[in-house]
């Protein structure tokens, strides 16, 4: 069986659409690796519950996720398996999927089984759970972050591609933070929250766990969209306003470390990499973010939390986990008068906020000021837990979008992070950002030993060469592939052209020739770039037979360069193999 492993979601698509997998074999194989004594895990499903799923799979064409596996947070409901919240006795079926997981299913998407959390949501450490803790990804004896510990771990040890949790302060960044994946905290309401669990439901988002921020993209653009069944979802007033070549980004001008040297010194190493990369970094005074971050549990806000649990409390106090009784209990120490003083506080520490953020593009902090071990924190549970929100608890208060990025591995091994925080709806601006952060870092998967893909710069064009787009039988290890080396043509990078393309197998060709034509509706298909001595180039040129020629391409990155192109008419009769995003693909599926 092939090994699908810390699998981007675009390599299942390609071994799906090459016939090299079947989702019947490869998630059934997947479900009978997983370890049902895992901590990370609380409910995993059964084969005959997978193959149900399988069999209402429809096709990729249709279905953007099709055959995709995924891991979701256990305070979210999934039609017909128990939602427990880590806590045994609050447990229930659901009656109906949460609406993002109806349409993560509508998409092809199939769940594998549900994760383990900070009872109740109310943590960022994942040790809160009768499960049991959960233990970093990279060292057992430090935590994981939470509270979506097990949705976070999951993707870092490469178990699946993407999975869900939920962010109200900070548990879909931490967690990321400390396993080396991407945590995507949308704008709240662009995900619905219907059938998920309340922790504070003012302020609570769903959230993305991926590998890389292609992923969390991707799945985003499922699961997004106004929800009338959901009472805070928003339609987007309008498109981001994506950041200029050489952004500024505000930093906090003092930053606690708690003692933690590594974590620091990991934050002098990030800042100097952005600053060789162009971005531009303006200390800022924080203090008004660290005040409104202090009212999310040392004000009413924690009164919300008694709010969607209050009830269960009543009836099963010692039922619950001690620390997160403890910090719900104290919402007794609040009077509405509170609440409504505190709401006015935060609205004029937001209006600050807003005002220090429009003189940047977007604000850069440390996910997590330290990475405690688990033992640290059942030393000082609540003390240890709000250290690690120094830099998360007042996003949502404040209405801001946020992106948890890997930032490398520290001096000791464990994994670094950052996170990007924008106002509200400036999603689409920080996951571009995010990918060209990413694509400079040429990290790993997660805790597991592959390698991202990464870009390098462009390779400038030798001179007296000519740079040459190649797509089918001229490719590396085909038929043609002689016509180049021949020329002393050099190999300068594989990539993708614009998504402006398709790609058609002509018929009657020997060897066989894709035609590549440029169209409104098209894809991203993948070319290989080889630079050519001017004085070859006429007579390579010359061994091109119709209906091919050489003409302009353009690349995904806006490049031009010269390459294979085929009259339109060529096309009639010949398959479109556009979706298996490239030739070798095609013959790989012919020869399988």
Same mark, same amino acid.
Request: glycine share 8%; proline share 7%.
């Given at each position: ?18 016939g090299a ?16 004594q ?6 995993i499903l059964?084969?005959s ?19 995709i596996p995924?891991?979701l947070?256990?305070n ?31 998409a ?11 009872q ?10 009768p ?24 993707v870092?040890?490469?178990?699946v ?25 949308p ?17 609570d ?8 921020v ?13 929800d ?8 987007q ?16 001008a ?22 060789q ?26 009164a919300e ?19 997160v ?34 003189s940047v ?19 000082d549970?609540v003390?240890v ?5 120094t ?9 801001c ?16 992070g ?10 689409a601006?920080?996951a ?7 694509s400079?870092?040429?990290g790993s ?6 390698p991202?893909?990464c870009? +390098? $710069?462009?390779a @400038? ?8 787009a190649? &797509?089918?039988a001229? =490719?590396?290890? #085909? !038929? ?29 060709? +020997? $060897?066989?020739? @894709? ?9 991203? &298909?993948?070319?290989? =770039?080889?630079? #050519? !001595? ?10 091109i037979?119709a ?27 010949a ?10 693909a ?5 020869n399988?």
């Amino acid at each position: 069986m092939t090994q699908t492993t810390a699998w981007t979601i675009s390599e299942w698509q390609r071994a799906y659409q090459s016939g090299a997998i079947t989702p019947t074999d490869a998630l059934l194989a997947l479900r009978a690796s997983l370890n049902p004594q895992d901590p990370a895990w609380i409910y995993i499903l059964s084969e005959s519950e997978i193959a149900q799923q399988i069999d209402n799979l429809r096709s990729p064409k249709e279905q953007p996720l099709y055959g995709i596996p995924f891991a979701l947070k256990d305070n979210i409901d999934a039609a017909g398996l128990p939602t427990t919240a880590a806590c045994p006795a609050f447990a229930y079926t659901a009656g109906a999927d949460a609406t993002l997981v109806a349409r993560l299913k509508a998409a092809g998407a199939v769940l594998l089984g549900k994760t383990n959390l900070d009872q109740f949501a109310t943590g960022l450490v994942g040790t809160r759970s009768p499960y049991g803790a959960v233990p970093n990804s990279f060292n057992p004896d430090y935590v994981s972050g939470g509270s979506s510990s097990g949705s976070a771990v999951t993707v870092a040890r490469g178990l699946v591609p993407f999975s869900i949790g939920t962010d109200t302060a900070g548990s879909g960044r931490v967690p990321a933070g400390f396993n080396n994946i991407v945590g995507l905290k949308p704008t709240k309401g662009r995900f619905s929250i219907h059938g998920v669990v309340p922790a504070c439901k003012s302020l609570d988002c769903t959230s993305v766990f991926a590998l890389n921020v292609e992923d969390a993209e991707t799945v985003a653009g499922v699961i997004e969209g106004f929800d009338p069944a959901d009472g805070y979802s928003r339609k987007q007033p309008h498109p981001a306003r994506l950041l200029p070549a050489q952004p500024r980004f505000g930093i906090p001008a003092e930053l606690p470390f708690f003692g933690d040297s590594e974590q620091e010194k990991a934050w002098r190493k990030t800042l100097s990499q952005l600053e060789q990369q162009g971005v531009e970094l303006v200390p800022m005074d924080f203090s008004d973010m660290q005040t409104l971050a202090q009212l999310l549990y040392g004000g009413p806000w924690v009164a919300e939390r008694h709010a969607a649990v209050g009830e269960f409390m009543h009836d099963h106090a010692d039922k619950m986990n001690p620390v997160v009784r403890g910090i719900i209990e104290q919402a007794k120490n609040f009077s509405a008068t509170d609440a409504y003083r505190a709401e006015y506080r935060r609205a004029e520490l937001v209006r600050s906020i807003q005002q220090a953020m429009a003189s940047v593009d977007a604000l850069l902090v440390p996910t997590a000021p330290r990475l405690p071990t688990i033992a640290e924190v059942e030393a000082d549970p609540v003390a240890v837990n709000s250290q690690l929100g120094t830099w998360t608890n007042f996003v949502n208060l404040a209405d801001c979008s946020a992106l948890a990025l890997p930032a490398g591995l520290r001096d000791d091994g464990l994994p670094f992070g950052i996170t990007l925080i924008a106002p509200a709806w400036q999603d689409a601006a920080l996951a571009e950002f995010g990918k060209k952060w990413q694509s400079s870092m040429c990290g790993s998967r997660g805790s597991t030993d592959q390698p991202l893909a990464c870009d +390098t $710069p462009a390779a @400038p064009v030798p001179e007296g060469h000519v740079r040459l787009a190649v &797509v089918g039988a001229h =490719l590396s290890g #085909m !038929p043609l592939n002689t016509q180049l080396t021949e020329r002393s043509a050099r190999l300068v990078e594989a990539t993708h052209t614009s998504r402006d393309y398709r790609l058609f197998a002509l018929p009657n060709t +020997t $060897p066989p020739k @894709p035609g590549l034509v440029r169209t409104d509706k098209g894809g991203e &298909v993948i070319v290989e =770039l080889w630079d #050519m !001595p001017v004085d070859q180039f006429g007579s390579f040129v010359a061994l091109i037979p119709a209906p091919l020629g050489i003409g302009t391409l353009t690349l995904k990155d806006g490049r031009e360069v010269k390459g294979f192109i085929c009259e339109g008419n060529a096309t009639d009769g010949a398959k479109d193999i556009t979706e298996l995003g490239g030739w070798r693909a095609y013959i790989e599926s012919l020869n399988a």
